[in-house]
């Protein structure tokens, strides 16, 4: 994926920030859970009867929200310079790390961090880490 430097907005970029800021501080408030992706998605794949219907707002919502997007601008463009298996093999890779790390960059990253959890901060930094490691990797070390 490549970033059309040109034409990104800083502002845009800390708006995005703050309402996803605001929708996880929120559902804290509100239903006393924490927006993590991946908990989110786990719930919903063994069911509760008192927990599935905020679940599946949570989800649609994040489906829903690109659509709405599409009716009043512009999707900016996008190049993924990687095959379907490498999407695939990363994607397990990501689902796998976030069993191992106890949830995901959305859960530990935006609402961990901002309860000030050492573990959080930890599996953060590990996040962070293992990206830097991986794309220092694939662009200089191994030969394309």
Not at 2 to 26: C, K
Not at 67 to 81: C, D, L, R, W
Not at 125 to 137: K, N
């Amino acid at each position: 994926m490549s970033i059309d430097w040109i034409n990104f907005t800083p502002w845009s970029a800390a708006i995005g920030g703050a309402v996803i800021g605001l929708a996880a501080a929120l559902l804290v408030l509100v239903n006393g859970r924490v927006a993590g992706i991946s908990g989110i998605v786990g719930g919903m794949l063994r069911p509760r009867a008192d927990d599935f219907a905020w679940r599946l707002a949570f989800i649609a919502g994040l489906l829903l929200a690109p659509m709405v997007y599409a009716m009043v601008a512009a999707f900016p463009s996008a190049t993924i310079a990687a095959s379907y298996p490498v999407l695939i093999v990363a994607g397990l890779l990501v689902g796998i790390g976030t069993r191992f790390a106890g949830g995901c960059t959305s859960g530990h990253g935006v609402c961990g961090l901002s309860r000030l959890s050492p573990r959080s901060l930890a599996a953060t930094l590990a996040f962070m880490a293992a990206g830097f490691v991986t794309v220092c990797v694939v662009r200089h070390v191994i030969p394309a």
